[in-house]
């Protein structure tokens, strides 16, 4: 994703923050498409929606996370009141792999001026064509901005909620963690090598190993959650929020914060 990588976690080193549940994009609910849109991800002729029909069981508590997690528990930054901000979004993409569930994620060419080399979640800014940022919008600015970067099919993916409006201050973007079942894998990589370096997964239970997690501390003071995962150092923005569904969803083990990995200026 396009933007200024910052923790969202709850407290004073957070950089982002939600906006109210009744205010997202779309409300989900079991078995029901919204707006009368399509129930898959993207349908050929081009609706979408959000539904949690047919979801795997082991998805309900992320559901429930996404239905009942208040703004405030992922971060202490709102987007501003005025409406300020570049809208934008992000695929937290949940696939099935060889060793259970698992997310997908991308890195970022170390040619880029910004974090280079950091790994993020596909996503980036809202363009006209993606529609209303109140609605769809955030649903299909995610779906196309994976596809553009790591040749995901959208056709494949369900979108089956949408987290609170994060806001990263630093950049003044506000950013829709939109949640997606791969109920249909399509193959996935690099698409611009001067975008992006790798496209990789990364199961849960590397996640939840408390031997992968550490606190990240940057020299301008921010702190936040990091996973030592994939052979990456997984910490910001990204970071922050997978440690926030970990939390929520029930799935985080007890691990240390205090073990820190140091960044340099450069992150």
């Known amino acids: 994703m396009k933007t200024h990588e910052q923790s969202t976690a709850a407290g004073p080193d957070a950089d982002a923050a939600g906006q109210p549940a009744a205010d997202r994009p779309a409300a989900t609910g079991r078995g029901a498409a919204t707006g009368g849109v ?5 349908a050929a002729d081009g609706t979408i929606g959000v539904t949690t029909e047919g979801l ?26 005025s409406g300020a901000g570049r809208q934008s979004a992000v695929l ?21 001026r910004s974090h280079a080399g950091q790994p993020s979640f596909p ?11 109140a609605t769809t919008g ?16 959208p056709q494949g993916v369900q979108i089956f909620g949408v987290l609170p409006r994060l806001y990263i201050p630093v950049s003044g973007f506000v950013v829709t963690p939109v949640l997606g079942w791969w109920r249909s894998p399509s193959p996935v990589g690099v698409v611009d090598p001067g975008e992006t370096a790798r496209v990789f997964t990364v199961p849960v239970a590397d996640l939840t190993d408390p031997a992968n997690r550490a606190t990240a501390v940057h020299p301008s003071g921010h ?8 052979s990456a150092l997984v910490w910001g923005f ?29 992150a």
């Not at 399509?38 to 993207?42: I, T």
């Not at 996503?123 to 940022?133: A, H, I, K, V």
Request: glycine share 10%; aromatic share 6%.
């Open 123 to 133: 996503g980036g800014s809202l363009d006209p064509e993606d529609g209303d940022q």
């Open 138 to 153: 955030p649903l299909r600015a995610a779906l196309r901005e994976a596809r553009e970067e790591t040749g995901l099919d």
């Open 238 to 266: 990204t970071a922050g929020v997978i440690d926030r569904i970990l939390h929520f969803a029930g799935w985080e083990r007890p691990w240390d914060p205090a073990r820190q990995v140091p960044l340099d200026w450069r």
């Open 92 to 112: 937290v993409l949940f696939g099935e792999g060889e060793r259970g569930p698992e997310l997908l994620l991308m890195e970022r060419s170390g040619s880029l």
């Open 38 to 42: 399509a129930a898959d991800g993207a």
């Open 56 to 81: 795997p069981s082991w998805l309900d508590p992320v559901v429930h996370a996404a239905r009942t997690v208040q703004p405030d528990q992922l971060s202490s930054f709102l987007p501003p009141e």
């Open 223 to 230: 702190s936040g959650p990091a996973f030592l995962v994939e």
